[in-house]
């Protein structure tokens, strides 16, 4: 359930956030750009550390070793990240196929203002190809959310851990 809270809070926020027109906002600006992406990242953390306390108190009588912990923010990102890649590639593909356009425009751009020759970007944007698919990037999707699930069970595990006391 937590992979599916915070799959369904994140694609709404990112959702807004193309609606509103900030998407290139997000892509040029940094520090917005990190906040977006701290907010993610904490939206994942508190719906796998809900999780490992309902499980811990609900399900567990009260005990939560850190290996469960691990195993359950493991399981909400993989969940998390197989709606979310389905909701992004459906996203990049039907709704929104101009954001890859977008985003290699914007890393054009970039490019550009660091002084890298037409030549350079040129080469950088054919070696870069494969990138700017929605395939790639739901892919991408899957193995990020993954880790960061492992990541938050192990710190949620570590904060929450009671072990059975030995009868």
């Not at 027109?21 to 892509?27: D, F, H, V």
């Not at 054009?108 to 494969?130: P, V």
């Amino acid at each position: 359930m937590a992979g599916l809270l915070s799959a369904g809070v994140t694609s709404l926020l990112g959702l807004l956030v193309y609606v509103t027109g900030m998407n290139e906002t997000l892509m040029t600006n940094k520090p917005l750009s990190w906040l977006n992406n701290l907010l993610t990242l904490g939206i994942m953390f508190y719906f796998v550390n809900a999780a490992v306390r309902m499980f811990r108190d609900q399900d567990n009588s009260g005990y939560v070793s850190v290996g469960q912990g691990i195993g359950l923010g493991t399981l909400a990102g993989l969940v998390a990240g197989i709606v979310s890649a389905v909701w992004s590639y459906i996203f990049m593909t039907f709704i929104a196929p101009d954001m890859i356009e977008t985003i290699k425009q914007v890393s054009m751009q970039q490019m550009q203002e660091s002084g890298q020759s037409e030549e350079q970007i040129d080469q950088a944007m054919e070696m870069a190809g494969m990138f700017f698919s929605p395939a790639f990037v739901a892919a991408m999707i899957v193995f990020f959310l993954l880790f960061i699930g492992f990541i938050a069970g192990l710190i949620s595990g570590f904060m929450q851990k009671r072990e059975r006391p030995y009868a």
